[in-house]
């Protein structure tokens, strides 16, 4: 069973930044695919972003491509979402997700996805 913590939302004001963090529990967590998901009041969980377990390869929803990045650290077995220019419409609770090595499907998809951390709220004032 796979633990995810995220931290580092918080209220910001449009065209700030912020970092979100999520550190797993397992201790194989560089064999695990890493996903962010958001879910904005009355509507449904939408992909963010992911990466694959080594970092390399990295996906992105179109409305934050060039805007935020993910990235992991596989030493301290975290994965990150840095925000950059955040808008108020990224206003949601974002959460990490993370899918075991012999998942397949598209990162995009959260029904690829075995562990989901609790999720941490992120507010964007206009």
């Known amino acids: 069973q796979v633990q995810l913590v995220e931290s580092g939302g918080g209220l910001v004001q449009a065209g700030g930044s912020l970092r979100l963090s999520c550190t797993a529990s397992e201790h194989t967590f560089s064999s695990y695919g890493m996903g962010w998901f958001r879910q904005a009041p009355g509507k449904e969980r939408d992909f963010v972003a992911a990466?694959?377990?080594?970092?390399?390869?990295?996906y992105y929803a179109d409305s934050v491509r060039g805007r935020f990045t993910i990235s992991r650290d596989n030493a301290k077995n975290t994965v990150y979402l840095q925000m950059n220019s955040l808008k108020p419409e990224d206003t949601a609770v974002y959460y990490c997700a993370a899918r075991h090595p012999v998942i397949s499907g598209p990162y995009s998809n959260s029904a690829s996805y075995n562990y989901w951390g609790q999720g941490t709220q992120v507010t964007v004032s206009s």
């Open positions: 990466t694959d377990r080594s970092g390399v390869l990295t």
